[in-house]
């Protein structure tokens, strides 16, 4: 009998993390891991952070690799698929259109950078989604030229905090009220921008980007929609991100936003789950029953490890045929963090489902706080702007709230 095989559609840390939860949960079949870049996994929070201030070292931003007879194809794209013929098409150095087979498929393939749909070359529009784009901007940054930041959100506010303390001129384009608004809220954004401003950044807030003007040397400037012009050498699209599922067209999935699954990680079609499929990371949406709450897709990092071992003994069970013995329910606190300036913004839950009932819980805005989202007067997730101590206590808090609202067990 022929030896069976996983395949992983992605070699980021959500494709790294499910090839080792594999081994963990006993596969000793083949697991082989597909990467478009060529970089095996590495970190990608810092690229926005320290890798701008101080310089891209690749080397240091990667992942130990594991020691489990694991086959890296590094700088293949998957391009395609057969799910009901369990196929995958890549290209990779070898040539375009190889078709490779699995038994079982991890979708791990993340995100890339939103563009917006202006007429300017892309060459005049930084993202930073990979070492290389880091590296590209960090070294238009060290002239010290003015930049323009369109949007204001994770990325957009770490990248103009980086440009601010390397001596750059910084404006920020954002078309909502404050910065973070759909993340976090009014005033946390509010206070947010305060720290940005207080440091000499300038945020153009309510307003749209119609145009980048230039020339033969780059942009000179960001038109906006109602005529205003931000003078920039330099311009950083931070405005979301796309999931990367071009190549599961056609499969009878819904990839509306990201890859539609059961809570066990499972994509769903009409038919039901694919329970020799899982998604996870970036590019997954699912539901996490302890919120009450529908589908959702988190893009944070620690959501890759978080999910992992869920995915890969959901992808076994389904290997295995007998639904009755898969995977338990999924629960889980999600959280993520921002660094800016000297200051760290950590947050836990799902704030984004409170933003109708943001209450500071302890301390206050412009020195260090709690803030807490609620949906109906239950905890639903909480920010500590500083009070790295008080994680603890409000964690539990919000774990005990779920649970006794929702009857789900949150781990």
Same mark, same amino acid.
């Given at each position: 009998?022929?030896?069976?095989r996983?395949? $992983?559609? %992605? @070699? &980021?840390v959500? /494709?790294?993390?499910? #090839? ?5 949960? *006993?596969?000793t079949?083949y !697991?082989?891991?597909?990467g478009a ?10 690229l ?13 931003l ?43 498929l ?9 563009r ?7 060459t ?23 930049v323009? $930041?369109? %949007? @204001? &959100?994770?990325? /957009?506010c770490?990248? #103009?905090a980086?440009?601010?303390?390397? *001596?750059?001129?910084?404006? !920020? ?7 973070l ?10 206070e ?10 300038r ?24 005529g ?12 979301g991100?796309?999931p ?8 009878g999935?819904?990839l ?10 499972h ?7 694919l ?7 970036d590019?997954?949406?699912?539901p996490?029953?302890?919120? %009450?709450a &529908? ?21 076994l ?17 999600p ?9 760290r ?11 109708d009932?943001?209450?500071?819980l ?11 989202y ?6 639903i ?6 009070m790295r ?10 774990v005990?709230?779920?649970r ?8």
């Open positions: 009998m022929a030896e069976q996983v395949l $992983v559609a %992605g @070699a &980021g959500a /494709g790294l993390r499910a #090839a080792q939860q594999l081994r963990a949960a *006993g596969w079949g !697991v082989g891991v597909i870049e060529q970089h095996p996994p590495y970190n990608r929070p810092p926005t952070k320290e890798a701008l201030r101080q310089g891209v070292d690749v080397q240091g990667r992942f130990p690799l594991p020691d489990a007879a694991i086959d890296w194809r590094l700088g293949t794209r998957v391009v395609g698929c057969d799910l009901a013929a369990k196929r995958l098409t890549i290209d990779g150095p070898a040539g375009s259109g190889e078709e490779v087979s699995f038994d079982g991890v979708i791990a393939t993340g995100v890339g950078a939103r917006l749909p202006i007429a300017a070359p892309h005049w529009r930084h993202t930073v989604r990979t070492p290389e784009d880091a590296a590209a901007l960090r070294g238009r940054l060290v002239d010290r030229p003015p323009a $930041v369109i %949007g @204001a &959100g994770f990325v /957009g770490e990248v #103009a980086a440009a601010t303390e390397m *001596g750059c001129e910084v404006t !920020v384009v954002e078309p909502l009220s404050t910065p608004e759909r993340a976090v809220g009014h005033d946390l954004g509010a947010v921008q305060r720290r940005h401003e207080e440091r000499g950044v945020f153009v807030l309510g307003r749209t980007v119609a145009s980048i003007e230039g020339g033969a040397k780059g942009p000179t400037g960001v038109v906006l929609d109602d205003q012009v931000v003078a920039a050498e330099v311009v950083v699209e931070a405005v991100s796309v990367n599922t071009d190549w599961l067209a056609g499969q999935l819904d509306s936003n990201g890859v539609l699954c059961d809570e066990d990680l994509p769903v079609t009409a038919d039901g789950p329970r020799d499929v899982v998604a996870l990371g590019v997954a949406r699912f996490i029953r302890s919120y %009450g &529908g589908p959702v897709r988190i893009e944070h990092w620690q959501m890759a490890g978080d999910c992992a071992g869920h995915a890969a003994r959901s992808l069970a389904g290997l295995a045929g007998d639904p009755a013995d898969g995977a338990p329910g999924f629960d889980l606190v959280s993520f963090w921002t660094d800016q300036y000297d200051t913004i950590q947050f836990f839950g799902l704030p984004s489902l409170g933003l009932d943001v209450r500071v302890e301390g206050d805005l412009l020195h260090e706080a709690v803030v807490g609620h949906r109906q007067e239950t905890l997730g909480f920010g500590l702007l500083g101590r008080r994680m603890m206590p409000y964690r539990q808090q919000l005990e709230g779920l006794a609202t929702y009857a789900g067990n949150v781990s």
